[in-house]
């Protein structure tokens, strides 16, 4: 999503003579689909949309450079951005999957990477002891 919004900043400042609006508030912004300059209230709808196609069209761009979209088995969008780019992504791959609560889904599957690596690591011997203590002998 900080790519959608960097472009969406992008799109407000050609539009609106310049305006900035702060990464900090670009969120609200793009969840509002307005932006409020010397107090009135514009819809940026048209500039969310095209801040999700550019985005969309660039991501399917670099999977088609290492694969062919219909080798892909599913795709899974998760995040809170997966509702922005989904009408983009459905054209391109019959197989889309966005879960109901994709910001979730992705907070979810980075616990769940968390705990592999933990695991994988118990597993293991610490390869950076046994490294310091060769390097500390010769």
């Known amino acids: 999503i900080h790519n959608l919004h960097l472009e969406l ?3 407000i400042a050609r539009q609106f003579s310049g305006y ?3 990464i900090a508030e670009v969120d609200k912004v793009c969840r509002a689909r307005s ?3 010397d107090g009135e209230t ?3 709808d048209d ?3 095209a801040a999700a196609q550019s985005l969309g069209e660039r991501v399917i761009e670099q999977i088609e450079t290492y694969t062919d979209p219909r080798s892909v088995a599913k795709v899974i969008l998760t995040g809170g951005g997966s509702s922005l780019l989904e009408p983009v992504f459905s054209p391109t791959f019959k197989n ?3 879960p109901s609560q994709a910001g979730l889904a ?3 599957g980075y616990l769940e990477y968390g705990k592999w690596v933990e695991r994988r690591e118990a597993a293991s011997p610490h390869d950076d002891e046994t490294e310091a203590a060769a390097t500390s002998e010769e």
């Open 9 to 11: 900043r992008r799109g």
């Open 96 to 98: 889309l999957v966005v």
């Open 47 to 49: 500039l969310v949309e």
């Open 20 to 22: 900035d609006v702060g």
């Open 42 to 44: 514009t819809s940026i």
């Open 106 to 108: 992705n907070a979810l």
């Open 35 to 37: 932006v409020q300059i």
